[in-house]
C-alpha cells in the first residue's frame, strides 16, 4: 500500500464499512476504491490536525503541477507566434488574434470544468483533464511551419484553450480541500504554481530560440509531450477524490444569481484578465512597439509573469491577514499608477521605462489575483453568516456556493484576457502601439478600484449591524462584531 493509499484509509476506523464515513454517517452513494474518500471536514480543527492537512497537501501538491503544467500548454502560442517571421505570411494583427483564441477557449471551458469535479472526482478529472493536453501539443508540433494555413494555425491554437479549462477544476478542487482561514494561502499557492506555467513555457522558447534558432519551433510543444504523461501518472497514484463534493446544478444557478458572483468577475477581469492578457501580448508588443527581435523578446517575456506568478500566493496570504478587499483596493490603485507610467514610456518610445512599468502590472496582478480569489470564500461564508446559518450548516452554504461561482468567475476574468489581446490589436491596426490599448486599461482598473469600494469597503451609510449581522462581520473579519454591534460605520463586508 502506498503512504498516500494509507492516509486515505486511516479517515475510517478499521470496523467500519468502506462507504462509512469515520462518524457513522452515509451521504446515500457507495464510492468503492478509486481512492474516494468519504468523510471531509477541514472546519474540524480535530479533523484537519490529525488527517486532513496531510491529506490536504498532498493533493495540493499534484493540483500545482498539473495546473502548471496546463497553464503551459494554455499560453503556448504566446511563445509560437515568436517564431512566425515574414515567411509565415502573418501580420502584427493576425498574430494578436491568434493568441487570443486560446484565451476564449479557456475562458469558455472553464465553466463545465468547474462541475466535472463533482461528477468525475478531483482526483479523475485531473487526471483526464491533463491527458487531454497531450492533443493542443502533439498536433502544434506538426503543423508548426511555413505554408501552414492562418486557419490551421487559428484551429490548432484553439485546441490549446483546454490548459485553460484546468484553472477552474483545480481551483474547485483545492477549494474542497481547505478550511477557511487557509484559503487565502492554499488558493493562491495552487495558482500561483499553475500560473508560473506561463514564464516556463516561455523561458522554453527562449532557450529554443537562442540555442537551435527560430527555424525550429516544434521542439517547445514536444518537449511537453512526456512531462504531460509524468503529470497524469503521478495524479493517479497520488491524489483523491471527495465524495461529499457533489455536483448541484442548483448551485450554479444560485451563484449564478447572486450579485457578488458578478461583481466579483468584474474584479477578477482586472486582475486576472490583465494578468493573462499580459502574458500573451507583451511579446507581441516588444517586437511590433519597440523593434525587439525574437531572441530579445523571448529574453524579456518571461520575466513579467515569472514575477507576476511568485507573488500570487503572497496575495493570498496577505488578504487572510488584512482582508482581500483592502488589498485589492490598494492593488488596483497602484495598477493605475504603474499603467500610467507605461501609457508615458509608450508615447516617449521609452523602452527601460515601458519594461519598469510593465512588469510593475504584471507584479500587481498576480498579487490582486490572490487577494481576489480569496474573496470569494469569504463572501459567501459571510452571507452565511448574515442569513443566520453556524458552524457547519454555513461551512457547507459557503463551499457550496463559493465553489460554483469560482468557475464562472474565473471564465470571465479569463475572457478580460481575450479583451486585452483584441484591444492590442484594434490599437495597431489604428494608431500603430499599445498606446490607446493602455489607455483603455486605465480605465478599467480606475472602474475597478471604484467598484471593490463601494461594494466590500465603503462605510455602511445608515442603520445598526446587530445581532446575527453583527455576529457575522465579526466572525468574518476575526473581531468580536462590537462595532458593528454599536452602530458605528464599518466596511461592510471587514474580512472579504
Known amino acids: 500500500m502506498t503512504a498516500a493509499a494509507a492516509d486515505t484509509r486511516s479517515e475510517k476506523p478499521d470496523d467500519t464499512p468502506a462507504d462509512t464515513p469515520a462518524d457513522g454517517r452515509t451521504d446515500g452513494r457507495t464510492r468503492r476504491g478509486g481512492r474516494?474518500?468519504?468523510?471531509?471536514?477541514?472546519?474540524?480543527?480535530?479533523?484537519?490536525?490529525e488527517t486532513g492537512e496531510r491529506v490536504a497537501r498532498r493533493n495540493l501538491a499534484f493540483s500545482v503541477l498539473c495546473e502548471h503544467i496546463g497553464f503551459s500548454v494554455w499560453s503556448l502560442w504566446s511563445v509560437m507566434v515568436l517564431f512566425m517571421g515574414p515567411e509565415y505570411g502573418i501580420d502584427p494583427a493576425g498574430k494578436f488574434f491568434l493568441v487570443a483564441v486560446p484565451t476564449l477557449v479557456g475562458g469558455v471551458l472553464r465553466v463545465p470544468y468547474t462541475f466535472a469535479v463533482a461528477r468525475f472526482g478531483g482526483r479523475n478529472w485531473t487526471v483526464m483533464s491533463a491527458a487531454m493536453l497531450l492533443v493542443p501539443t502533439a498536433v502544434a508540433a506538426v503543423v508548426m511551419e511555413p505554408g501552414t494555413s492562418?486557419?490551421?494555425?487559428?484551429?490548432?491554437?484553439?485546441?490549446?484553450?483546454?490548459g485553460g479549462g484546468n484553472f477552474a477544476s483545480s481551483m474547485t478542487n483545492i477549494n474542497s480541500f481547505y478550511p477557511l482561514r487557509k484559503k487565502g494561502w492554499a488558493l493562491g499557492l495552487n495558482a500561483g504554481g499553475g500560473n508560473i506555467g506561463v514564464p516556463v513555457v516561455q523561458l522554453l522558447g527562449l532557450l529554443v530560440i537562442g540555442t537551435a534558432g527560430a527555424a525550429h519551433p516544434r521542439i517547445v510543444p514536444a518537449v511537453y509531450v512526456p512531462l504531460i504523461v509524468l503529470a497524469a501518472v503521478l495524479a493517479a497514484l497520488f491524489m483523491d477524490n471527495l465524495a461529499p463534493v457533489t455536483n448541484d446544478t442548483g448551485a450554479a444557478l444560485d451563484a449564478a444569481r447572486e450579485p457578488h458572483t458578478w461583481v466579483m468577475s468584474l474584479l477578477y477581469i482586472g486582475t486576472f484578465g490583465s494578468f493573462i492578457g499580459y502574458s500573451f501580448a507583451f511579446g507581441l508588443v516588444l517586437q511590433n512597439q519597440f523593434a525587439r527581435t525574437p531572441l530579445e523578446a523571448a529574453s524579456l517575456t518571461f520575466l513579467g509573469p515569472l514575477l507576476g506568478s511568485l507573488i500570487r500566493p503572497v496575495g493570498g496570504r496577505l488578504a487572510d491577514r488584512f482582508g482581500g478587499a483592502r488589498i485589492t483596493l490598494g492593488n488596483f490603485a497602484a495598477m493605475g499608477l504603474a499603467t500610467g507610467v507605461v501609457i508615458y514610456a509608450s508615447v516617449e518610445r521609452s523602452l527601460p521605462v515601458f519594461l519598469a512599468g510593465f512588469i510593475a502590472l504584471f507584479v500587481l496582478s498576480g498579487l490582486g489575483n490572490g487577494s481576489t480569489y480569496k474573496m470569494i470564500p469569504g463572501i459567501f461564508q459571510a452571507q452565511a453568516l448574515r442569513r443566520g446559518l453556524a458552524g457547519e450548516e454555513a461551512a457547507v452554504y459557503g463551499r457550496r456556493l463559493s465553489g460554483a461561482a469560482m468557475g464562472l468567475i474565473g471564465a470571465v476574468g479569463a475572457l478580460g484576457g481575450l479583451a486585452i489581446n483584441l484591444a492590442f490589436r484594434q490599437s495597431f491596426l489604428v494608431?500603430?502601439?499599445?498606446?490607446?490599448a493602455f489607455v483603455s486599461f486605465l480605465a478599467c482598473y480606475v472602474v475597478c478600484g471604484a467598484v471593490t469600494w463601494g461594494v466590500y469597503l465603503r462605510p455602511a451609510a445608515r442603520g445598526r449591524r446587530t445581532g446575527q449581522g453583527a455576529q457575522a462581520v465579526g466572525?468574518?473579519?476575526g473581531s468580536d462584531g462590537s462595532e458593528a454591534a454599536d452602530g458605528e460605520r464599518g466596511p461592510v463586508y471587514a474580512e472579504v
Open 36 to 49: 474516494w474518500i468519504e468523510y471531509w471536514d477541514p472546519e474540524d480543527e480535530g479533523f484537519w490536525r
Open 150 to 162: 492562418y486557419g490551421t494555425f487559428l484551429l490548432v491554437a484553439a485546441l490549446a484553450g483546454v
Open 431 to 436: 494608431a500603430g502601439s499599445g498606446t490607446p
Open 475 to 477: 466572525e468574518a473579519d
